[in-house]
């Protein structure tokens, strides 16, 4: 009895009712743990209808919706998402409406090709959640699962012109094991160079645009480059051609051997340059190296590091920037770097091997403290035997 | 010229003796091994002395009853440099490290003083034991030297406490995690366990313990130590030096012999230190991690074959009982002389306590063995 009284106070506190549950609870289900059921969010507010009748035909009648078609889904989230007013207590923007429809999946759908994606795709239909959340289907690691699940499917890509896994690829390269293996936030997925609602590959032209929002340094040395002309007029894509798109292939100094000779020739004059650039580098890396290996050394001792550990910093600083500043193909800028950090490397090795050095000063003493030992010993000795004899005589 | 200067120095002796017995404030002294005969203290110094050294006296800075003179030479080295080590260091968690650091890296000499207090707390121990084993070996337990025997076992449990209070004080890596195997062994026997819990306050090893391992270290076993090395020397007064059964008691007078032995032994231990800090330093460890064990982090030696011995059960044998084992063994080492009640001291009239001694031996080293290859799990 004190049971129902305290449900029946329950029912009227939580006014008013959804009875569209009675005959949906599996979507009650998912539904209740979305963002939207903390907020003002209903069935009606999507579906239309009337949720606080108790029989199907009064439910569903009126502006009821029932199923939403694909076609007219955008804009019906659109309704309160983009609403400035209505997202502003969130702080959510309000432009995904508008870059959808710039967007390849928007243009495909206003075609009325229902197979393009729309919100419900990628963010879930009942259960949406906060992109912040590791288990939506658009939190950083999960979309490249997201977008695979229709750009993997080689079936539907063929209908558009597109061969190929660009998830599977994806994840294989670089930044796939960044943002998969290591957990790395910053890492970039999909959408940070295609755009999120506005998805839209990137034009060849735009590529080192859209690298170089992250790696601005490459980008800068890159556009003051020969090949930045020579690939425009070419019509080849700039980062992509050496280092893939979706596979993206480590930066590393060996590839200068391998990557430049797809173009040019072994034997060429930028051949050759390739290789200087590789030798600067590895050279300064080896010099730099050995020079943290002695301070690991000293630090065992101990010796002061601090100091030298703050060298080494600026002598990498120096050396990574080096790799960036490759993409100008300017032999005397990635000297001036691999240079700065060589000679780094070589003052903290020379100052350190001194402090080292110093120290067998210590077994130089320890010679002469022996000596001096010896010495009283033999005196010692001296004075006992004659000590002995008197007590004899 | 001399003569004037003699007379001097006499009559401020005499002008001293008038107003302190300083006859007994000299036999106070030699009770710390200076002097190995009883002193009438109601004499003047001077008669006193002469009338002490007209008695026959063995020469005992020599091999083997060196080991005596030679672990409080040890422990004297270890005071003064430890006395120079706690003006730099700082008992707390968050400065331990870095004030070995700077003792170590930036007072002059700071290093050469630390090494020296390590390989002097190491040799210490190490004359400690071998010298029990002799005395066990040479049967010097025997009446009337009981009591001898004892407070030389319980001078190596506190030297032994000693080193592991000190080795936690440095906050390295090494010493961290010797200090929280100790523990956890400690905890494991009965009776000794709460007393220590009482003692140290707590399971895990934090500023507090810190604290209190230091203050250990610094003032309550040192103070222990000299203690027991003034019950020993006084009743090696009374009962006379250790000497084999077959030794020829030596002649008088040997005492300036005796000296001159004690500072070539005092100058050869010093060269001994100095070499090993110098040729053969002790390695600086990293800073301590209670989050991280590092690979070969185990016990300290004297501990390996206890640690062996408390892990060597198979499992269904409760850590109590193995504890109270090892209490057992404790016990039965101190109580040797009244556990072993016959007279003879030659290894024919030993039969059973020599082979029962080599076992033991054995047995030790194995232990030490199998604790050694028991490496703390991260």
Known sequence: ?393 | MGRRAGSKTRSLTGWLEERLNLTEMFSFLTNFGLFPAELDTRRPLREAVSEALSRPMPSYARWPRVLGILSVLLFLFLGVTGVMLAFYYQPTPSEAYDSVTAIVRDVSFGWFVHQIHGWAADAFLLVLLVRGWRLYFQGLYKPPRELLWMVAVVTFLAATHADLTGRLLGWNAAGYWSSVRAVDMLYSLPFLGPMFSFVVGGHHVDSLVLLRFYFLHVAVLPGLLCALFFLHFSGVRRVGLSHAPHDKPSGPGLFRVYLFNLLILTVLVFGTLVTLATVVPEAFHSVADPFSTPPGARAPWYLLASHGFLESFPAFVPRWLRGLLLESILAVSILLPFIDRSQGRTARQRRLAIPAGLVVLVLWLLFTWIGYRMEMVP
Not at chain 1, 109 to 131: F, W, Y
Not at chain 1, 166 to 186: C, T, V, W
Not at chain 1, 295 to 311: C, F, H, M, T
Request: proline content about 4%.
């Open chain 1, 1 to 393: 009895m004190i049971a129902a009284s305290a449900l029946f106070a329950l029912a009227a506190a939580s006014a008013p009712a959804n009875l569209c549950t009675l005959c949906h609870p599996d979507v009650r289900v998912e539904f209740e743990r979305s963002i939207h059921a903390t907020e003002q969010v209903t069935c009606v507010s999507c579906h239309g209808g009337d949720q606080s009748a108790s029989t199907v035909e009064a439910a569903h009648r009126g502006k009821f919706r029932g199923r939403i078609r694909r076609r007219d889904q955008p804009a019906l989230c659109a309704t309160c998402h983009s609403d400035a007013e209505q997202m502003s207590p969130y702080n959510l923007p309000t432009g995904q409406y508008a870059l959808y429809q710039t967007s390849q999946h928007g243009r495909a759908l206003a075609k009325g090709d229902e197979n393009a994606a729309v919100c419900t795709d990628c963010h879930g239909v009942h259960e949406i959640l906060r992109s912040d959340d590791a288990r939506s289907s658009v939190y950083a690691a999960n979309i490249p699962e997201t977008c695979g699940r229709c750009h993997s499917d080689s079936a539907l890509m063929s209908r558009y012109g597109l061969s190929g896994d660009p998830h599977a690829d994806f994840i294989e390269g670089s930044h796939g094991r960044a943002l998969l293996e290591r957990m790395d936030a910053s890492a970039p997925g999909c959408a940070r160079c295609h755009g999120a609602h506005g998805a839209t590959p990137p034009g060849v032209g735009d590529i080192n645009k859209v690298c170089g929002q992250c790696h601005t340094r490459t980008r800068a040395y890159f556009v003051e480059s020969p090949h930045k002309r020579a690939m425009d007029e070419a019509g080849l894509p700039e980062c992509a051609s050496c280092h893939g798109n979706h596979r993206i292939v480590k930066a590393d100094v060996a590839a200068l051997g391998t990557v430049c000779l797809e173009c040019h020739d072994p034997g060429s004059a930028q051949a050759e340059l390739a290789v200087q650039m590789q030798t600067l580098y590895l050279v300064a890396s080896e010099d730099l190296e050995s020079a943290r290996r002695l301070v690991e050394e000293a630090a065992a001792i101990p010796l002061y590091i601090e100091d030298y550990l703050a060298r080494l910093e600026e002598g990498s600083t120096s050396l990574v920037e080096s790799q960036p500043a490759m993409h100008s193909v300017d032999l005397a800028t990635v000297e001036r770097l691999t240079g700065r950090a060589r000679s780094i490397g070589h003052e903290v090795e020379s100052e350190l091997r001194g402090k080292l050095e110093g120290r067998k000063w210590r077994r130089v003493g320890l010679v002469v403290f022996w000596f001096y030992l010896l010495v009283t010993l033999g005196a010692l000795i001296r004075f006992r035997s004659r000590a002995a004899r008197e007590i004899e005589t």
